[in-house]
């Protein structure tokens, strides 16, 4: 099942995202990583959620900050 | 000294619209150019290329980029290049640019790189056509690269990929997707000319910070990654020490 939502998750066009990481924990799948906007957490959720009515699903997935930064890296 | 923004896999479509621009309005004042590490879109389609060019143009400072993996996606890599072009951005494909940034020239050579995986665990040009073409994709991307950044005369070199040339940034990633991620000949290519910085995205469980077997520092600028709008990095301090001493 991991492999077959990793699948639907990359090549589903209104998805498209190889950085969610799948992880079973007892009864629960547990989707973790980060997108660039909630709207795509969403819908990852619900896809996710339809495909696998019968499987409880957590959704862990962030969003990335877009702050500006605060220091520089010196390279030496 | 020449300070170096840079960020890779921000996957921008039209609902990332606006995200970016805060911070970006402020690059002027932290940084001389902007440099993206590919994956610009989510699908690689024109519309989303159009979003990218709405959020990421019009900048004070020059925006530099390769494309990545997703920007392949709908095979319309030409017209999403030609859409970034026609916004006032250079995008590097196997070529180079020299930027002249506070007095000194900043040469800059990109590529989109490929997979093939790493010493001691990377994919050979042997039996199946589909494997020696994969192998085969990957020595011609680095090879431009290399050829790239030997002919790139400038004060600062930098190598702008969107696959990584080492694993050390690849840590935290699943040992069994390191050949999707990157390859060692492209390592092999920045070491064959004095870089001085490596930039990749593409990995966004991966860690920041590698170094070539040449001894070139490496970032992985995914923004998953670095969890900002963009990482900086100065160039070049000695140099600007040196004058202050002589003045």
Same mark, same amino acid.
């Given at each position: 099942?991991?492999?077959?939502? !990793?699948?639907?998750?990359?090549?589903?066009?209104?998805?498209?995202?190889?950085?969610?990481?799948?992880?079973?924990?007892?009864?629960?799948?547990?989707?973790?990583?980060?997108?660039? %906007?909630?709207?795509?957490?969403?819908?990852?959720?619900?896809?996710?959620?339809?495909?696998?009515?019968?499987?409880?699903?957590?959704?862990?997935?962030?969003?990335?900050?877009? !702050?500006?930064?605060?220091?520089?890296?010196?390279? %030496? | 000294?020449?300070?170096?923004?840079?960020?890779?896999?921000?996957?921008?479509?039209?609902?990332?619209?606006?995200?970016?621009?805060?911070?970006? @309005?402020?690059?002027? @004042?932290?940084?001389?150019?902007?440099?993206?590490?590919?994956?610009?879109?989510?699908?690689?389609?024109?519309?989303?290329? @159009?979003?990218?060019?709405?959020?990421?143009?019009?900048?004070?400072?020059?925006?530099?980029?390769?494309?990545? #993996?997703?920007?392949?996606?709908?095979?319309?890599?030409?017209?999403?290049?030609?859409?970034?072009?026609?916004?006032?951005?250079?995008?590097?494909?196997?070529?180079?640019?020299?930027?002249?940034?506070?007095?000194?020239?900043?040469?800059?050579?990109?590529?989109?790189?490929?997979?093939?995986?790493?010493?001691?665990?990377?994919?050979?040009?042997?039996?199946? +056509?589909?494997?020696? #073409?994969?192998?085969?994709?990957?020595?011609?991307?680095?090879?431009?690269?290399?050829?790239?950044? +030997?002919?790139?005369?400038?004060?600062?070199?930098?190598?702008?990929?969107?696959?990584?040339?080492?694993?050390?940034?690849?840590?935290?990633?699943?040992?069994?997707?390191?050949?999707?991620?990157?390859?060692?000949?492209?390592?092999?290519?920045?070491?064959?000319?004095?870089?001085?910085?490596?930039?990749?995205?593409?990995?966004?469980?991966?860690?920041?910070?590698?170094?070539?077997?040449?001894?070139?520092?490496?970032?992985?600028?995914?923004?998953?990654?670095?969890?900002?709008?963009? #990482?900086?990095?100065?160039?070049?301090?000695?140099?600007?020490?040196?004058?202050?001493?002589?003045?």
């Amino acid at each position: 099942m991991e492999a077959e939502i !990793q699948r639907l998750l990359t090549e589903d066009g209104r998805v498209a995202e190889q950085g969610i990481t799948v992880q079973r924990r007892e009864h629960t799948l547990v989707l973790g990583g980060e997108v660039e %906007s909630t709207q795509r957490r969403d819908e990852i959720c619900r896809r996710i959620t339809s495909r696998f009515p019968d499987v409880e699903i957590a959704c862990d997935i962030g969003i990335v900050r877009a !702050q500006a930064p605060s220091d520089v890296e010196e390279i %030496s | 000294m020449i300070r170096i923004a840079a960020v890779g896999d921000v996957h921008v479509d039209k609902d990332v619209l606006g995200r970016y621009r805060p911070a970006l @309005e402020q690059l002027p @004042e932290v940084a001389d150019v902007l440099l993206v590490a590919g994956d610009l879109t989510r699908h690689g389609t024109v519309a989303e290329a @159009e979003c990218f060019a709405t959020e990421f143009g019009g900048l004070a400072v020059p925006v530099v980029l390769v494309l990545g #993996n997703h920007d392949h996606q709908s095979d319309q890599q030409d017209e999403v290049a030609g859409v970034l072009t026609q916004a006032g951005m250079t995008v590097l494909e196997g070529s180079s640019v020299v930027l002249t940034l506070n007095g000194h020239r900043l040469g800059v050579a990109g590529a989109k790189g490929f997979g093939g995986g790493f010493a001691g665990a990377c994919a050979s040009a042997f039996g199946e +056509r589909e494997m020696k #073409n994969f192998v085969g994709m990957t020595e011609a991307i680095a090879d431009k690269l290399g050829a790239a950044l +030997r002919s790139t005369d400038s004060d600062a070199l930098v190598a702008l990929t969107h696959y990584s040339p080492v694993p050390e940034t690849l840590a935290g990633e699943p040992l069994e997707i390191y050949p999707f991620l990157g390859s060692y000949l492209l390592a092999r290519a920045i070491d064959s000319a004095p870089t001085a910085l490596a930039l990749h995205g593409h990995a966004h469980h991966g860690t920041e910070r590698g170094r070539t077997p040449g001894g070139v520092p490496v970032r992985n600028v995914a923004h998953p990654v670095i969890k900002q709008a963009y #990482n900086v990095y100065q160039l070049l301090s000695d140099e600007v020490d040196a004058d202050l001493v002589a003045a």
